[in-house]
Nanobody, 117 residues
Framework: QVQLVESGGGLVQPGGSLTLSCAAS????????MGWFRQAPGKQRELVAT???????NYADSVKGRFTISRDNAKKTVNLQMSDLKPDDTAVYYC???????????WGQGIQVTVSS
């Protein structure tokens, strides 16, 4: 069983910071590509950031310079450090894993991030 469990969401004021964490189990974590996606009401789910097994990162233009994705292979976690948060960052954030040998995608349950004053 593959499980991805997000934590760290909540309500934050514009300009504030928040860090999301995703704990993975049932996966050979060190060879998986990990990522964060988000979905706002009325919009499609979109890529936020990804990080490969080799540590190569990719970010959506809207979050470059504000968000940082990182991974800890020993702890089987992937984090998303968010700063200078804007109301447009409000969304449900999802952790995603890609298992290369199985070529399969797995999703967390999602966690709410609300940026509002």
């Amino acid at each position: 069983q593959v499980q991805l469990v997000e934590s760290g969401g909540g309500l934050v004021q514009p300009g504030g910071s928040l860090t999301l964490s995703c704990a993975a189990s049932g996966i050979i974590f060190n060879i998986a590509t990990m990522g964060w996606f988000r979905q706002a009401p009325g919009k499609q789910r979109e890529l936020v950031a990804t990080i490969t097994s080799g540590g190569i990162t990719n970010y959506a233009d809207s979050v470059k310079g504000r968000f940082t994705i990182s991974r800890d292979n020993a702890k089987k976690t992937v984090n998303l450090q968010m700063s200078d948060l804007k109301p447009d960052d409000t969304a449900v954030y999802y952790c995603r894993a890609w298992r290369p040998f199985a070529n399969s995608l797995h999703w967390g349950q999602g966690i709410q991030v609300t940026v509002s004053s």
